[in-house]
């Protein structure tokens, strides 16, 4: 059985920390930080975001967070930590689309698609998912 690893979406968590930034800047040019509530909501937000952001790519980076395609399916740990196997009977089809600078890779299934946002393949890898049959 032959493993495709996808590889990590670095522009996901640029963009992930550009948003939380330009959160936090938002309520810094509105407002002064100690006046009031909203900026302490949004100053939580973009930690939020920030932290979210650090924690899910450490996890990619060692490897507990992945998405593998093989010859008999896909087999992923989705964003709350749960093990998925999707049989390759069930993938119709593999795109990479682009949305505003930010490559989603759509995996449409018989009965649902999935949307992977921190992982995509590279064109060297969607040579190798299309020589092991999967519709690209």
């Keep these: ?5 996808l590889n990590i979406n670095k522009s996901f968590y640029v963009l992930l920390c550009v948003f939380a930034a330009a959160i936090w800047g938002f309520g810094a040019l509105l407002n ?7 900026n302490h909501v949004e100053l939580f937000l973009a930690l ?11 996890l990619s980076l060692t ?3 992945k998405a593998v395609f093989c010859s008999q399916g896909l ?18 089809g593999v795109k990479v689309l682009s949305v505003f600078g930010l490559k989603v890779t759509k995996i449409s299934l018989v009965d649902s ?3 992977f946002v921190a992982f995509n393949p ?4 969607l040579a190798q998912l299309r020589v092991q049959g999967y519709a690209i």
């Design 122 to 125: 590279c064109e060297k890898q």
């Design 113 to 115: 698609t999935l949307l």
């Design 32 to 38: 002064d930080f100690g006046k009031s509530s909203f």
């Design 1 to 5: 059985m032959r493993e495709l690893q």
């Design 75 to 92: 087999y992923y740990i989705n964003a709350l930590g749960k093990r998925r196997y999707v049989l390759a009977e069930q993938i119709t």
């Design 48 to 58: 939020v975001i920030v932290l979210f952001c650090a924690f899910h790519l450490a």
């Design 63 to 65: 490897g507990q967070r």
